[in-house]
Every structure is written in structure tokens, then in C-alpha cells.
């Protein structure tokens, strides 16, 4: 009896319930649609955030106690303490490893041009492969640092050649072109001669700096496998309040919470435990404007899936309103043959149950369409089905439904048998 009265409720009022329906579909396909986005995309926008350059500085130890006098720091930029080179492939060890998407080291060198013009030649790497301990061979380098760098020319190779990358603002001043040959004199006196494989135009520091092939600056300056600084892009979790707290004073279980979620203060953590005498520091400026964009890209997503599912349980409460005020005979005949409130009113859940199973399913397939579009136009990527959230989006398909049958239960609970059968 239940099912065929639950039947026929169906058959005799499909237009309206094909209205609750679509809305269920639509709201759960938003949602849906966000969810794939916000799952598939976040590493996308965060990759994207990651080609403004490195978040994490890694430094030697000793360097990072300050030697200032009256603001100024002190220590030549060719003097101080280094790190090895050969350590570097141990970055790909640690617990994120595989957020590390790009590395480079750099050596600086204090030079004078021809005409006693000061200058600071830059030792890194432009395209390096490093063999790692799992077998794999890993790409990295200034160009993968630093992908939205103008370059005009070529990038010089990492062999130990007299190549160099010039900054705009340096060969505009010197008229250099191409493939011209510069004529430096390194501190102590050994003049060297670098040819001009491009003009490299930043905005920053690096339009008024010399790069060179680090392998080559090591050989001229007696620094044989070392370097100064190393740059890190790591790919992260935004910063929340637990991210901030000071390690030391976490409890184990806080600890183990910390160091294994992304966040980059704990992947600065991690670095500096693979290299000896190290300290990395989190470049904050980077960070935060990351955790600000990313943050807020969360926030916008989570609010149109809310306003989606409020106006799915919207549409389901103005049906089912209208469905049991029209169904006021019917009610209280029922109840007038001995029916209790209990199953009318499961019989009404029963209707929205189904309506959110169906709007569920058809909201996976529309919002997994809807994602797939959103992540090629705007993004340029793709999107993989998530089989795992097709309950999710039942479960909240129901849930919207339920909610939005719970108010006219109230009338279904409040109507009198005696009443509305003398009225008609």
C-alpha cells in the first residue's frame, strides 16, 4: 500500500515534481562542479602562483647571524659560508618530495666591467638534471624557477662555458648585444671574458646582474662544488592559525598533524634536515599572498555551492508546501482510516528521499560535465571523475530535500481530519 500510494504521488504530479527534481539537480551540480574544481584545480592555481618564483630561501647557518652596522649588512656577497652542492639531490627525499617542483643554487662573485663599473656575477643552473636515489632523474633550474622570465636570446647551457645571461637594464646601459663578448675582472684581479647568449628582463634584481653557468663560476672563483643561496618552489597547503604555531611547543601528536601536511613552514622544516647546517626560511611575502589568493578562491567556491544547495532546498520546500496543501483530503482521509502522523510523514520523506537520490545522480554526471568546462576554459586543464563523491552528492542531494520537506510536515502534523472534511 505504501509504495503504490508513494507510486501514484509520482505519477499524478510529475510536473511538479520534475520542478523539485531539476532543483536538486541543479543545486548538486554546482556544488559538484566546485568540489571537482576546487580538488583538481587548487594544485593548478597553486602551480600557477608557483611560477612567480620561490617561497622558501635556504641559507647556510652561519650566514643567517647578522653582521650590521647601522643597517648596512656587512658581508661581502663572495665571502661566507657555503653549502655542497652534491647535497642538493637529498631535497628529494624528504616527506613532500614531491611538492618540490623546481630548485636552484646560486653563487655570487663580486666583478668590475671594463671601465671599473662594479658588478655582481650570478653562478646557477639554467636547465640542470640531477640522478636521484630512487633511479629517477629529476629537471630543475632557474628556468623551471622562474618560468614567467622574459628572455630574450638563448639560455646559456650549465657546462663550465664562459656563457652569460646579462640583464636588461645592464645591457641597455652597455649597449651589449647578442652574442657580443664581455670583458670582467673578478675580485682579485683575473680578467675573464663571458659571450652574451641573452638579455634577461625581470623587473627585478636580475636586469642589473650577470648570470652565469654555476659550474663555470666555481671553476674561476677556486669554489669547486658549492654554493651560497638556494631557491625553493614548493608547492603548499595554505596557512592556517595551527600552521603558524612554533613546532617546539607542539605535542607529538600536533607535531606528526604538522610535518605531515604541506604547509610550507614544515617543508622548510623538512629541508633543513636533509642539509647539514642549513636554514631555510619561508619567503613571506610569497607565502602569504599565496594563502590570501588560494584562501580566498576556497572561500568563493564554498559559497556558491551553499547558495546553490539553500536554493535547491528553496525550490523543494515551495513544492512540497504546495503538495500538501493540495493533498489536505487526501491527508486527512488517511488519517481519518486510522493513519498516524508518523507514516504520512514518512511517506512525504519517502517522496523527497527519492527526488534527492535522483537529484543527486543527475548533478554528479551535469557538475562533473560543468567542472570539465570550467577547468579547460579557465584553466587550460582537466578534470578526472571522482567516483568517491557520487554518495557525497546523494547523501547531500537527500539532505537538501529532507530539509526543505520538514517545514510543510508541520502542516501535514497540524491538519484535522474533521475540519477539512466538512469543508468539502
Same mark, same amino acid.
Given at each position: 500500500?505504501?509504495?503504490?500510494?508513494?507510486?501514484?504521488?509520482?505519477?499524478?504530479?510529475?510536473?511538479?515534481?520534475?520542478?523539485?527534481?531539476?532543483?536538486?539537480?541543479?543545486?548538486?551540480?554546482?556544488?559538484?562542479?566546485?568540489?571537482?574544481?576546487?580538488?583538481?584545480?587548487?594544485?593548478?592555481?597553486?602551480?600557477?602562483?608557483?611560477?612567480?618564483?620561490?617561497?622558501?630561501?635556504?641559507?647556510?647557518?652561519?650566514?643567517?647571524?647578522?653582521?650590521?652596522?647601522?643597517?648596512?649588512?656587512?658581508?661581502?656577497?663572495?665571502?661566507?659560508?657555503?653549502?655542497?652542492?652534491?647535497?642538493?639531490?637529498?631535497?628529494?627525499?624528504?616527506?613532500?618530495?614531491?611538492?618540490?617542483?623546481?630548485?636552484?643554487?646560486?653563487?655570487?662573485?663580486?666583478?668590475? %666591467?671594463? !671601465? @671599473?663599473? +662594479?658588478?655582481? *656575477?650570478?653562478?646557477?643552473?639554467?636547465?640542470? =638534471?640531477?640522478?636521484? &636515489? $630512487?633511479?629517477?632523474?629529476?629537471?630543475?633550474?632557474?628556468?623551471?624557477?622562474?618560468?614567467?622570465?622574459?628572455?630574450?636570446?638563448?639560455?646559456?647551457?650549465?657546462?663550465?662555458?664562459?656563457?652569460?645571461?646579462?640583464?636588461?637594464?645592464?645591457?641597455?646601459?652597455?649597449?651589449?648585444?647578442?652574442?657580443?663578448?664581455?670583458?670582467?675582472? %673578478?675580485? !682579485? @684581479?683575473? +680578467?675573464?671574458? *663571458?659571450?652574451?647568449?641573452?638579455?634577461?628582463? =625581470?623587473?627585478?634584481? &636580475? $636586469?642589473?646582474?650577470?648570470?652565469?653557468?654555476?659550474?663555470?663560476?666555481?671553476?674561476?672563483?677556486?669554489?669547486?662544488?658549492?654554493?651560497?643561496?638556494?631557491?625553493?618552489?614548493?608547492?603548499?597547503?595554505?596557512?592556517?592559525?595551527?600552521?603558524?604555531?612554533?613546532?617546539?611547543?607542539?605535542?607529538?601528536?600536533?607535531?606528526?598533524?604538522?610535518?605531515?601536511?604541506?604547509?610550507?613552514?614544515?617543508?622548510?622544516?623538512?629541508?633543513?634536515?636533509?642539509?647539514?647546517?642549513?636554514?631555510?626560511?619561508?619567503?613571506?611575502?610569497?607565502?602569504?599572498?599565496?594563502?590570501?589568493?588560494?584562501?580566498?578562491?576556497?572561500?568563493?567556491?564554498?559559497?556558491?555551492?551553499?547558495?546553490?544547495?539553500?536554493?535547491?532546498?528553496?525550490?523543494?520546500?515551495?513544492?512540497?508546501?504546495?503538495?500538501?496543501?493540495?493533498?489536505?483530503?487526501?491527508?486527512?482521509?488517511?488519517?481519518?482510516?486510522?493513519?498516524?502522523?508518523?507514516?504520512?510523514?514518512?511517506?512525504?520523506?519517502?517522496?523527497?528521499?527519492?527526488?534527492?537520490?535522483?537529484?543527486?545522480?543527475?548533478?554528479?554526471?551535469?557538475?562533473?560535465?560543468?567542472?570539465?568546462?570550467?577547468?579547460?576554459?579557465?584553466?587550460?586543464?582537466?578534470?578526472?571523475?571522482?567516483?568517491?563523491?557520487?554518495?557525497?552528492?546523494?547523501?547531500?542531494?537527500?539532505?537538501?530535500?529532507?530539509?526543505?520537506?520538514?517545514?510543510?510536515?508541520?502542516?501535514?502534523?497540524?491538519?484535522?481530519?474533521?475540519?477539512?472534511?466538512?469543508?468539502?
Amino acid at each position: 500500500m505504501f509504495l503504490r500510494i508513494l507510486r501514484d504521488s509520482f505519477l499524478r504530479r510529475r510536473r511538479r515534481k520534475l520542478l523539485a527534481l531539476t532543483a536538486l539537480a541543479l543545486g548538486t551540480g554546482v556544488t559538484m562542479a566546485t568540489l571537482s574544481v576546487a580538488l583538481d584545480i587548487g594544485d593548478q592555481v597553486g602551480r600557477e602562483l608557483r611560477s612567480f618564483g620561490a617561497n622558501i630561501l635556504v641559507r647556510p647557518q652561519a650566514d643567517t647571524l647578522a653582521l650590521e652596522i647601522g643597517g648596512v649588512d656587512l658581508r661581502p656577497l663572495s665571502e661566507g659560508s657555503f653549502m655542497n652542492e652534491d647535497e642538493l639531490p637529498k631535497l628529494k627525499t624528504i616527506f613532500w618530495r614531491h611538492h618540490i617542483l623546481a630548485f636552484a643554487p646560486f653563487l655570487h662573485q663580486q666583478a668590475a %666591467l671594463g !671601465g @671599473g663599473e +662594479p658588478t655582481v *656575477l650570478v653562478g646557477t643552473w639554467f636547465e640542470n =638534471t640531477l640522478p636521484l &636515489e $630512487d633511479g629517477e632523474r629529476f629537471t630543475t633550474g632557474v628556468r623551471a624557477l622562474n618560468p614567467n622570465w622574459q628572455l630574450e636570446g638563448a639560455w646559456p647551457t650549465d657546462a663550465a662555458e664562459p656563457q652569460a645571461l646579462v640583464g636588461a637594464a645592464l645591457a641597455e646601459r652597455n649597449g651589449w648585444q647578442l652574442d657580443d663578448e664581455v670583458a670582467l675582472t %673578478l675580485a !682579485g @684581479g683575473r +680578467p675573464v671574458t *663571458l659571450r652574451v647568449r641573452g638579455r634577461l628582463g =625581470t623587473g627585478g634584481d &636580475e $636586469d642589473r646582474q650577470i648570470l652565469v653557468p654555476l659550474a663555470w663560476l666555481q671553476q674561476v672563483s677556486g669554489r669547486e662544488k658549492v654554493f651560497r643561496q638556494l631557491q625553493v618552489s614548493a608547492l603548499v597547503t595554505p596557512e592556517d592559525e595551527f600552521a603558524r604555531r612554533d613546532p617546539g611547543r607542539m605535542t607529538p601528536a600536533q607535531y606528526d598533524r604538522w610535518y605531515c601536511t604541506p604547509y610550507v613552514s614544515s617543508i622548510a622544516h623538512q629541508i633543513q634536515e636533509v642539509l647539514p647546517g642549513s636554514r631555510a626560511d619561508v619567503v613571506r611575502r610569497v607565502a602569504q599572498a599565496e594563502t590570501a589568493i588560494l584562501g580566498r578562491v576556497e572561500r568563493v567556491l564554498a559559497l556558491v555551492s551553499v547558495a546553490a544547495l539553500l536554493g535547491a532546498v528553496l525550490a523543494v520546500l515551495s513544492t512540497m508546501t504546495t503538495t500538501v496543501l493540495e493533498r489536505r483530503p487526501e491527508i486527512a482521509l488517511m488519517k481519518a482510516l486510522g493513519a498516524d502522523n508518523l507514516s504520512l510523514s514518512g511517506l512525504f520523506l519517502a517522496e523527497a528521499a527519492l527526488l534527492g537520490l535522483g537529484g543527486g545522480a543527475l548533478g554528479y554526471l551535469g557538475g562533473l560535465a560543468g567542472a570539465r568546462w570550467i577547468a579547460h576554459s579557465v584553466f587550460g586543464a582537466t578534470v578526472a571523475a571522482k567516483p568517491v563523491l557520487l554518495p557525497l552528492m546523494l547523501a547531500l542531494a537527500t539532505a537538501a530535500a529532507v530539509a526543505g520537506t520538514l517545514g510543510p510536515l508541520r502542516n501535514l502534523v497540524r491538519t484535522d481530519p474533521a475540519v477539512v472534511l466538512r469543508e468539502k
